[in-house]
């Protein structure tokens, strides 16, 4: 089994947790979650797609080992990270009597991790939590740090809450059963956080160059991916600094996602967005010559997107961009690469952010 071992440090929640890697986990379950909890309830979250093939396996596996598990599923989607779904899931909880001692599974995407993990961060001010990803984008990034919350009014996770899990199992033959473009799009974060480190995982991405390959590395990808991103979250749990880091590509990424209202995917638009901030950036100098291409290159080889006509409207991108809610003070940092593993944070002021970008240079 690989494992890799957080610690958040005292100043940040201090906690210290595993995220356990192995094909076929998922039958043990119960003895992994038997090792850190005494017997409770346990309130086993996921959604519709994910509970039919999924749920039944995991609650056998908690029972097994003497847990008492309620199984809940809510309708599969963005739109049920949503205040009204955690109010309905909170009030299940409630009628079946969990208390503070009691816990929650999250068994899915970054959908269920964030909608069930904001559940944990707030049902009685809060109950334990383990996630168990099951798509790549949640065994890669969103399973591991900490970060859960709602979408309201339209803008994505504006209500949360930071809750780090007691344990984070993965299972990479749970992508076998994902579609096609579900698993494309999580590989975008991985690029993403290959061209921030270099090294062993920028290597491995460089022989990625099908579908089936991401499946056949799928184990040793999340391994990299989320040491990575262990690294940056023990130095900054809640965001302060170096976490900004993984926000690479995401400020025109979120802009772009938000212009196609739904067309786009999250990795989708941040694989869009990638390459156009490093462009900018390439042909300001401060990126080097070619750096855009090497990138472009590992999104093409899997099939990304990586332009988009929603580029195309430089008024509406910087509408978006200003009001993303990563600005602070006044200033939007912006990720870029001096090098592939030698990241760099721009901080452009908001009121020279459209000269700055010079987006009409970037859809010629
Ligand atoms: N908390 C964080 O740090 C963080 C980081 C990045 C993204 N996110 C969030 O993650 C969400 C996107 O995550 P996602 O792409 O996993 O979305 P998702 O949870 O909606 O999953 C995508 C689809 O795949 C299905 N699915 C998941 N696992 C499956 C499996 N093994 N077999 C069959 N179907 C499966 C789901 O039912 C869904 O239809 C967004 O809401 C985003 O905001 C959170």
Not at 41 to 64: C, F, H, M, T, W
Not at 69 to 77: L, M, W
Not at 235 to 246: M, P
Not at 273 to 302: H, M, N, W
Request: proline share 3%.
């Amino acid at each position: 089994m690989r494992q890799i071992n957080v610690k958040i440090p005292a100043n940040q929640a201090g906690k210290e947790y595993n995220v356990d890697i192995q094909k076929g986990i998922l039958d043990h379950v119960g003895e992994l979650i038997g090792n850190i909890w005494n017997k409770r309830k346990i309130a086993l979250i996921s959604d519709d797609n994910v509970a039919p093939i999924y749920q039944g396996r995991v609650a056998d596996s908690l029972e097994k080992v003497g847990f008492e598990v309620k199984e809940y599923q809510f309708p599969a989607g963005e739109e049920s990270k949503s205040l009204d779904m955690l109010g309905k899931l909170i009030s299940q909880m409630a009628a079946d009597h969990f208390t503070r001692d009691d816990a929650i599974v999250a068994l899915g995407g970054g959908v269920t991790g964030d909608l069930a993990g904001f559940v944990a961060a707030t049902y009685m001010r809060g109950i334990s939590l383990v996630q168990i990803p099951t798509s790549l984008l949640a065994q890669v990034d969103s399973s591991v740090g900490g970060k859960t919350a709602v979408d309201h009014n339209d803008t994505k996770n504006i209500i949360g809450a930071f809750l780090q899990p007691d344990l984070v199992i993965i299972d990479p033959e749970t992508l076998r059963t994902l579609h096609k473009r579900d698993l494309v799009e999580g590989y975008g974060e991985i690029v993403k956080t290959a061209g921030l480190t270099d090294g062993p995982l920028w290597d491995l991405v460089n022989k990625i160059n099908s579908v089936d390959d991401i499946l056949e590395n799928a184990e040793e990808l999340s391994e990299l991916s989320i040491q990575y991103k262990t690294t940056v979250v023990e130095q900054d749990a809640q965001e302060g600094g170096i976490r900004q880091l993984l926000n690479f590509g995401h400020t025109m990424g979120h802009a772009v996602e938000a212009l196609s209202e739904g067309d786009l995917r999250h990795g989708e638009a941040v694989s869009i967005g990638l390459v156009a901030i490093c462009r900018i950036f390439e042909s300001k100098g401060l990126s080097p010559k070619g750096l855009t291409q090497e990138i472009k290159d590992r999104f093409d080889a899997v099939g990304l997107p990586t332009t988009s006509r929603f580029l195309d409207d430089p008024a509406a991108i910087l509408d978006k961009i200003k009001n993303d809610k990563k600005n602070h003070n006044g200033h939007l940092n912006l990720v870029y690469l001096k090098a592939i593993g030698g990241p760099a944070i721009k901080s452009v002021p908001s009121d020279e952010i459209a000269d700055f970008l010079n987006l009409t240079d970037l859809v010629k």
